[in-house]
């Protein structure tokens, strides 16, 4: 059970480099708007033709650009649910399921149907037309759908996107358990990071049309390696570096020395952290600590964000850092400024560095 | 006044039969159009609306034209005993070829508004193009193919100028209605251009209220099939 990706596709200005090895697990591909996420599961599916390279699911060629391989939809037994769910308007939710099980028998075919009608908890609903349904149930009907029909792979492709967000949460366990009763490889696009965390084994991030890092979902969101990888994250602050020596690195944007305990190698341009990992007291703990003052202080709902301006930056916007605090923590902060100074500090293992 | 309803039988089997026709040929010619590069797509469409523009006495002469005995076709024709010009048969040619665009155009643009998302998601469930077509894009631009149905019915009803052309206006075969209203108004018979007058008016409500009834029919499938 595994893809094997490595294509490239010219569309306008926008160029496609995609490069992927899956195994049987859940990746979620994460990437803004326009990254090439979509269209990546549309070369899988055949909707979109590379101009070269290969795409061989399970020892299947796919596509193969030098052996002149280019299967059609039909032959690919893919199964790529759409953003829209595209269920059948003129179908109900049994004919829409068991419209893509084929060399079955029409009892064959009902038993399918039925099964999965069970699976996904849609048994009082099989007579309905997908215009009658919630948006959850539609959700489920093309899982079940594109589940039925036993494909070598299942390619979501922003499957809450159409999705109210209070409607998101509450369906968010269905949606999970029935994507855990397929057993394969499973890619997962996305540009939201809850969601890749929550369903997804392992991460590959996507900016431009290019994966720049893959590993564990866990190994990405704890630490990761490239820029597009910590911006995609969600880290916030991210400065650009100069090299020291061996183990301290300079941060431009903020004008702060930090010591890494690790050689720092000639790679590295970025170092970053997250907006929850700054500590923050009216001592100066350590050679990490770095003097800075409050720039603005802003209200969320049930956080406050504190942008923070370090003491040798330069420039007020771009050099700000940002941090994210309970409404007590925080409170405590803004209080420490007012007798004295206040440092920052970020543990050793929460800083970030990137290539 | 004694009426002749041969006129009558002539223009609906007439209308019928053509539309039959150009019921089929425009769905497969809007079927077509979607498989060809978007040059020849130009060119097809082209082709395909002409006889909506062109004058129907241009539309009858170019038939003339074809069909007349010096044509390569006329003489073909002829020769294994067969004749379409001045025919019953050449009132149906004439019929089809002016509504054939309206129900081309109107199955173009039922297949156009199919979400293709619907199309590509049945061909990954493995469908083949035919029963795509068949399960899928008929079922979904059925209203819209209808109405384009109804408008070539009524087209051909309305034929008048290329059927006068091609099929001349012979009483009991190729006199339609139309032709009929021409010729007795011509010959002062006022009274009987007027009962044909008011025949044409009283078919074409009974077409407006059929498309009517589609159209707020096609309404409610489109609120029903809505999907997103």
Not at chain 1, 62 to 71: D, G, W
Not at chain 1, 108 to 137: A, C, H, M, T, W
Not at chain 2, 43 to 63: E, K, N, R, S
Request: positive net charge; glycine residues 6%; aromatic residues 10%.
């Amino acid at each position: 059970m595994s893809i094997y990706i490595d294509i490239t596709k010219k569309l306008g200005s926008f160029y496609l480099e995609s490069q992927l090895e899956v195994g049987k697990e859940k990746l979620g591909i994460l990437g803004g708007s326009g990254c090439g996420k979509s269209m990546t599961l549309k070369c899988i599916a055949g909707i979109i033709t590379p101009d070269k390279g290969e795409i061989i699911l399970n020892d299947k060629i796919l596509f193969s650009s030098k052996k002149n391989i280019n299967l059609i939809p039909q032959k690919r037994n893919t199964g790529l649910m759409f953003q829209n769910y595209a269920l059948f308007p003129n179908m109900t939710v049994s004919q829409n399921i068991s419209l893509g099980i084929t060399n079955k028998t029409s009892i064959e075919k009902k038993n399918i149907v039925k099964s999965y009608l069970d699976l996904f908890k849609l048994q009082d609903l099989e007579n309905r037309y997908p215009s009658q349904l919630s948006g959850g149930q539609q959700q489920r009907v093309a899982l079940a759908r594109i589940m039925a029909k036993s494909p070598d792979i299942l390619m979501l492709d922003e499957p809450f996107s159409a999705l109210d967000a209070h409607l998101r949460f509450s369906i968010e366990n269905e949606f999970s358990e029935a994507l855990n009763k397929y057993n394969g490889t499973v890619i997962y696009v996305s540009h939201s990071i809850d969601e890749v965390y929550k369903f997804c084994d392992s991460t590959a991030i996507m900016h431009n049309g290019r994966i720049f890092e893959k590993n564990t979902t866990k190994h990405i969101f704890k630490g990761p390696t490239t820029l597009e990888g910590a911006k995609l994250t969600g880290c916030k602050n991210i400065s650009p570096i100069k090299k020291m020596n061996q183990n301290s690195i300079l941060a431009l944007d903020w004008g702060i020395t930090f010591n890494i305990d690790n050689t720092v190698h000639d790679d590295i341009k970025y170092i970053s952290f997250r907006e929850t990992d700054i500590s923050i007291s009216n001592l100066c703990k350590n050679k990490n600590s770095f003097e800075l003052s409050i720039l603005r202080i802003k209200q969320s709902p049930f956080n406050t964000i504190l942008e923070l301006l370090p003491a040798n930056a330069t420039n007020v916007d771009s050099n700000k850092i940002i941090c994210k605090y309970s409404k007590d923590e925080a409170n405590n902060i803004i209080n420490m400024q007012n007798p004295g100074k206040l440092y920052g500090s970020v543990k050793k293992d929460n800083i970030l560095l990137l290539k | 006044m004694s009426i002749d309803f041969s006129p009558l039988i002539i223009s609906i089997k007439t209308s019928l039969v053509a539309v039959f026709f150009t019921f089929i040929l425009g769905i497969v010619a809007a079927r077509t159009l979607m498989n060809v590069n978007s040059k020849v797509q130009w060119i097809l469409d082209v082709i395909f609306t002409f006889p909506l523009v062109l004058p129907p006495t241009v539309v009858g002469f170019i038939l003339l034209v074809i069909f007349g005995k010096n044509s390569a076709i006329g003489s073909f024709l002829s020769k294994i005993g067969m004749s379409i010009i001045f025919t019953w048969q050449a009132t149906v040619l004439a019929a089809i070829i002016v509504s054939f665009p309206l129900m081309y155009r109107a199955a173009k643009g039922a297949f156009e508004q199919i979400d293709t998302n619907l199309i590509w998601a049945a061909r990954t469930l493995g469908l083949s193009e035919f029963k795509i077509f068949i399960k899928i894009m008929i079922p979904l631009a059925l209203p819209g193919i209808i109405s384009g149905a109804i408008l070539a019915f009524a087209r051909a009803l309305g034929e008048f100028g290329a059927t006068l052309m091609i099929a001349g206006n012979i009483p009991k075969v190729t006199q339609t209605i139309p032709l009929a209203i021409y010729f007795a108004n011509a010959a002062g018979k006022t009274k009987e251009a007027g009962f044909w007058t008011l025949i044409i008016i009283v078919i074409s409500l009974i077409v407006l209220g059929i498309m009517n009834y589609w159209s707020v029919k096609d309404k409610k499938i489109m609120r029903g099939g809505d999907a997103k």
